[in-house]
């Protein structure tokens, strides 16, 4: 494990593992800093979000459940924190971010209390934004980015968080892949023109020829990088016979054609220069603050840049269900041999940072080294900054079980590790404007419909609504028009429940199997759509036989459908064994479908479990969170989900309206990845 920590210059390079100096000068520290973490990561009740603002230096915060921490700015500008306990009491000052233990920019639902005015229901204060901000030439790295390409929530992420930010104002530029597979997929470049600015790359042993095309879109200049690589039948990163052979080849090549993208592109007439900060998204953009500090930096480029890694998905990196130096596994996941060094135009003293050994009993055979490279490895040793897409997730990789053998080197960048939940696009994801489903429908049709009859059961707690009442009118039609493409017996009344994903270990398909026989045996129907393994798309088609009147399985990569299932569903069920943030959760919050989900990752930050003996008997929450991952667990959590669709017509209707108010856009996240912006920039580059 010692040599996953090795890497060359760390020992002299500067640390920033404190928090940045610059804001520590405007502090005055008064009482004694708590030694114990002030936000016990595995408790929610303890969650804090804290929002800065970049130019006055000031701080707001909000809070999440008890424990508060409030910040007061005194006269010269001076901030301290204060943690109160449930009664109110002061326990404890400290600095923000304390040094080395607390995160700073903690995500939890702060942002998402209820407001009568919809700028506070995004969280954004007027103030907020009546400030000046620092604006940053913005270059995100990636392998997808809808609409161009997408195959999953990375896709989705990398289309919308950079329209955020450069509606913040931000220059933003997102550099991916031209892929051309020969289907009509191809025409979602057809607006980005050739930039006629080719340029050559040293690396694999040979000098590869690359082109830039370039549409400004949304405020953002989307850039293609062209290559023959990028140009086959498949998806991004493989097809019919699994991932390709060249992946390292091909995300290597993306890598440096993004480090020299900001500075030989002259987009809008100016290039972006060397003042930049590189977002690199998940493993295949990894190399990229490994060629700032390796190949770029010595020669004195980008000394002024910074680089944040965003972990979307660590497992994507590592053998995932199996780590082990299969490399016929690990293709897709970045891990290669580590004689393949050399191709990737590093200098060869770096070697250490990208390298990663297979323990012991992971290696395939007795003379099996199990030597590799890792390019996430080495962009967490190089990165300025690390973030993850949920704050439960920023804990779950520095744990032994949810770090894929990186947690060690994790917890030693712990510092400068920060979660923030993803937002979503809430145009494209819109109930009373979505082309693709069969009736529109918002939060305000649901309180006209309120205003319909409904009756009390008297001596309940809950309001109980009649059955020709509000739950069965709205989404009836989205619903009933599900059911007549899937082909299932129309029957408004049926709870429906819905699943959307990839098949695979981490979406909790398994238990979804283990547990349909048990599912089938109530009066429910179950609709599933996705594609990954053959054994559980087998398993789908099977279960569809099985059940003709109850369940449809559709395989394959269908956005209108995905949109259509997350409107008709009553219920999203997402059994996920680790969620770092989890989109289909948020999707169907804001579609009025209620998630019942694995207590885990982002799934845990973001649904909040339904408490029926909330004060005044109005229920709170937004869904079921069950844990242990069992079948057991799962399907009471469901079991109770169902006979509240039934039963608890008022309850239902509460949680879809809390769900459907929920703010989740992605303004909210822009601002704290500004927070982290501004810290990246405050200390020096991690790797001089
Ligand atoms: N068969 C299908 N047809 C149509 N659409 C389909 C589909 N299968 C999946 N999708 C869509 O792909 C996206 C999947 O997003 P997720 O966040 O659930 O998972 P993913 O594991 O890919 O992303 C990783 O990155 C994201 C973004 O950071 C994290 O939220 C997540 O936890 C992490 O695992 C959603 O938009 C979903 O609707």
Redesign the pocket.
């Known amino acids: 494990m010692e040599s996953l920590l090795m890497t060359p210059k760390l020992s002299s390079c500067k640390s920033s593992l404190n928090p940045p100096q610059a804001k520590f000068n405007n502090v005055r520290v008064i009482g004694q800093v708590s030694s114990a973490p002030l936000w016990g990561r595995r408790s929610r009740a303890r969650c804090l979000t804290l929002r800065a603002s970049v130019s006055d230096g000031g701080l707001s915060s909000s809070q999440d459940g008890s424990s508060a921490v409030e910040y007061e700015k005194e006269e010269k500008g001076l901030i301290l924190g204060t943690e109160k306990d449930d009664s109110g009491a002061v326990i404890g000052f400290h600095l923000i971010p304390p040094s080395g233990e607390v995160k700073a920019n903690q995500v939890g639902e702060s942002f998402t209390t209820a407001s009568s005015s919809t700028e506070e229901a995004e969280g954004i204060k007027v103030e907020e934004k009546a400030q000046t901000r620092v604006t940053y030439n913005i270059v995100f790295v990636t392998a997808e980015a809808a609409p161009y390409s997408?195959t999953?929530?990375?896709g989705?992420?990398c289309g919308s968080l950079p329209i955020a930010l450069a509606a913040r104002g931000h220059r933003v530029m997102v550099v991916s892949p031209r892929y051309q597979n020969g289907t009509p997929a191809d025409d979602k470049f057809a607006s980005a023109v050739d930039l006629d600015c080719p340029i050559k790359i040293h690396c694999f042993g040979g000098v590869q020829d690359v082109g830039f095309f370039h549409e400004y879109r949304d405020g953002v200049d989307w850039v293609f990088v062209d290559h023959p690589s990028y140009h086959r039948p498949g998806n991004p990163y493989g097809d019919q016979y699994g991932a390709f052979g060249d992946n390292q080849f091909r995300f290597a090549l993306l890598s440096h054609a993004a480090c020299e993208a900001p500075l030989v592109l002259p987009l809008g007439g100016f290039n972006y220069g060397e003042k930049c900060l590189f977002l690199v998204n998940d493993w295949h953009a990894s190399l990229v603050p490994v060629l700032l500090a390796a190949k770029y930096r010595p020669y004195g480029v980008y000394k002024d840049a910074r680089s944040i890694l965003v972990i979307?998905?660590l497992s994507h990196q590592d053998g995932a269900v199996k780590p082990c130096s299969d490399w016929a596994l690990n293709k897709r996941k970045g891990v290669e041999p580590a004689v393949t060094y050399k191709n990737l135009g590093l200098p060869l003293e770096w070697y250490g940072a990208l390298e990663w050994v297979f323990p012991t009993w992971a290696r395939t055979h007795a003379l099996d080294t199990g030597q590799a490279v890792n390019p996430l490895k080495g962009a967490i040793v190089t990165a300025d900054r690390i973030l993850t897409?949920s704050e439960g997730y920023s804990w779950e990789i520095t744990t032994i079980e949810g770090g894929y053998g990186l947690h060690e080197l994790l917890s030693s960048r712990n510092s400068v590790l920060n979660g923030i939940t993803?937002g979503i696009d809430v145009a494209e994801w819109d109930p009373s404007s979505d082309e693709h489903i069969a009736c529109h429908y918002s939060v305000e049709n649901l309180n006209d419909k309120v205003a319909e009859p409904f009756t009390l059961r008297s001596g309940s707690t809950h309001q109980h609504m009649s059955l020709t009442s509000v739950v069965y009118k709205v989404q009836v039609q989205c619903k009933t028009a599900l059911q007549k493409e899937f082909g299932l017996p129309i029957r408004p009344e049926c709870p429906l429940i819905g699943f959307?994903?990839?098949l695979d270990y981490?979406k909790g398909i398994d238990l979804i199997r283990l547990a349909i026989p048990e599912i089938m045996e109530d009066d429910v129907q179950f609709v599933m759509?996705?594609?990954g393994d053959p054994q559980f798309e087998g398993w789908m088609r099977a279960t569809e036989l099985a059940y003709k009147d109850k369940f449809r399985g559709w395989v394959?990569?269908?956005?209108p459908?995905?949109h259509r299932i997350t409107a008709g569903c009553d219920i999203l069920l997402m059994p996920s064994r680790f969620?770092?943030?989890?989109?289909?959760q948020l999707?169907a919050m804001r579609y009025g479908t209620v998630p019942v989900v694995h207590d885990t990752?982002?799934l845990r930050d973001t649904v909040k479990n339904f408490n029926p003996y909330a004060p005044e008997g109005s229920g709170e929450g937004t869904g079921w969170t069950f844990s242990p991952l069992t079948k057991e667990s799962m399907l009471t959590a469901l079991r109770v989900a169902i006979s509240t669709y039934r039963e608890h017509k008022c309850s239902w209707e509460g949680l879809m309206k809390r769900g459907m108010q929920r703010p989740c856009s992605w303004e909210n996240a822009a601002i704290q990845y500004e927070q982290v912006f501004e810290w990246a920039f405050t200390d020096p580059p991690y790797v001089i």
Do not use: M
Request: charge should be neutral; charged fraction near 10%; aromatic fraction near 6%.
């Open positions: 997408k999953g929530g990375l989705d992420v979307h998905n897409v993803n959307i994903g990839r981490q759509l996705g594609s394959g990569f269908n956005v459908i995905s969620e770092p943030c989890g989109l289909n999707y990752g982002g």
